[in-house]
């Protein structure tokens, strides 16, 4: 028996213990046995060959490892303690989940107003139809390993409905916190927005760490962002360094709406992040930016593919890495441009700081062009840093390592700048100096 089948039939087993102890609606468990139907023909993606998607992210340790459900400790967590390890603002609404399950001592959700925002599970019960209506509508089960087991075994996750014509005042923020377990176990997030017409929304999805526990994580987001609305969505991914992460997240813009990305991925064993953008309307603007900060034996993949499908719409992608140690990053970058999308504005470009000879940058940006009339770009870079900057810094006093690590950060900075939430803001520049490398660069 294969490494592969073995793996599948681990989640088939716990998949029937799940659902056979589940008192759910029907049309989530048929979505339920769709996801495993989906995970049971695909698998992990372990293939070396004519698997381009994974051609850079060895995922044999995940599908090797034997992660259980439900396995995560429940035991309750200190406000303080949670506050040392995510950012924090209690003006946000924030949805706590702890090992997968929403926590509702650790939350501080919204009460009163038009938007709803809550746990799935309790909204299942109580309002399914809202539920049941965008759930599973922007990932394709069929095509991805990952996203079909977590559909699998979807229970519990944010769900975030801005009505029309709605305005949010304060971000809210989905924090899923792992801690300790009895042993390595997975958990299965998973988030759905939806953004009504001319709605304006910030959406803080964060993942953290409490403890050195060895995990799995597999997250699914998806997002609508109906006609002339504006979503600001933020994801921090600050786990263990024994902790596997791979989310997937497919999102839809309707006609003149505006949705920017601003991701920040620290301290991961292997991290992955699949985005998923489709331009399904004329007049959009998109910005999605990154900075991964990778050091020690860490692995971080991200996978970001834009589709311009209708005309008049304008796309940017910018991403930032600073890697150090062994570690090794993979950047796979692609615009889409369908047939008929003419007058579309598209731009990607990819950096990289290497600070050891033994870091490893993947790279793959691309342009798929079917229009006419486009005005389209991309780039890459991998190196280390302008050796002027350095002299100037050292010829006013400043000393090779102090100066090495401001070079570092003004890197790191040029993402963090474009945060618009102030305390976020202050989380990450105070995380991502901390992580920084002591280095010192010398020509």
């Not at 060959?49 to 090797?64: F, H, L, Q, S």
């Amino acid at each position: 028996m294969t490494q592969a089948s073995t793996a599948n039939q681990r989640y088939e087993r716990q998949f029937s213990d799940f659902v056979g102890g589940n008192s759910t609606p029907d049309w989530l468990n048929t979505l339920r046995r769709k996801g495993m139907e989906g995970f049971a023909r695909q698998g992990f993606p372990t293939a070396r060959r004519g698997n381009e998607a994974w051609k850079y992210t060895n995922v044999a340790p995940i599908a090797d490892a034997s992660f259980d459900h439900g396995a995560g400790a429940t035991s309750d967590l200190a406000l303080d303690a949670l506050k040392q390890v995510a950012p924090w603002d209690d003006a946000w609404t924030t949805l706590v989940f702890l090992n997968g399950r929403y926590s509702a001592q650790l939350s501080s959700p919204s009460t009163g107003g038009p938007s709803q925002a809550g746990n799935l599970a309790a909204l299942v019960r109580s309002n399914g139809t809202s539920v049941q209506a965008r759930l599973g509508s922007l990932v394709d089960i069929g095509e991805d390993g990952f996203a079909a087991l977590n559909t699998a075994f979807t229970d519990d996750g944010a769900f975030v409905h801005v009505p029309d014509g709605v305005s949010l005042e304060a971000p809210v923020h989905l924090l899923f916190v792992s801690t300790e377990g009895d042993r390595p176990f997975v958990t299965y997030p998973r988030v759905l927005v939806v953004a009504g017409k001319k709605s304006r929304a910030t959406i803080i999805e964060s993942y953290v760490d409490i403890g050195q526990a060895e995990y799995f994580t597999d997250s699914v987001a998806e997002i609508v962002v109906e006609e002339e609305a504006e979503v600001e969505h933020y994801r921090l991914l600050n786990e263990s360094d024994s902790a596997f992460h791979v989310g997937v997240a497919r999102i839809e813009q309707k006609d003149g709406s505006s949705f920017s990305s601003r991701a920040f991925y620290n301290s991961v064993a292997l991290g992955r992040h699949d985005l998923g953008l489709t331009i399904n309307g004329s007049e959009c603007y998109s910005d999605l930016s990154g900075l991964y900060v990778t050091s020690g034996a860490q692995h971080v993949d991200n996978f970001v593919n834009i589709d311009h499908t209708k005309p008049f719409s304008t796309s940017r992608l910018y991403y930032k890495g600073i890697l150090s140690g062994r570690s090794r990053a993979v950047f796979g970058g692609t615009v889409y441009v369908r047939e008929g999308a003419i007058k579309t504005d598209a731009l990607q470009s990819d950096k990289n700081l290497l600070l050891s000879p033994d870091a490893e940058i993947d790279t793959k940006p691309a342009l798929f062009i079917w229009a006419d009339d486009v005005k389209c770009g991309h780039g890459a870079t991998a190196g280390s840093v302008n050796a002027d900057a350095l002299f100037y810094m050292r010829s006013r006093g400043v000393d090779l390592e102090t100066a090495s690590k401001l070079i570092i950060f003004g890197f790191a900075t040029e993402i963090i700048d474009t945060v618009r939430v102030p305390g976020l803001k202050d989380f990450l520049e105070k995380t991502v100096l901390e992580s920084l490398p002591a280095h010192r660069f010398e020509f």
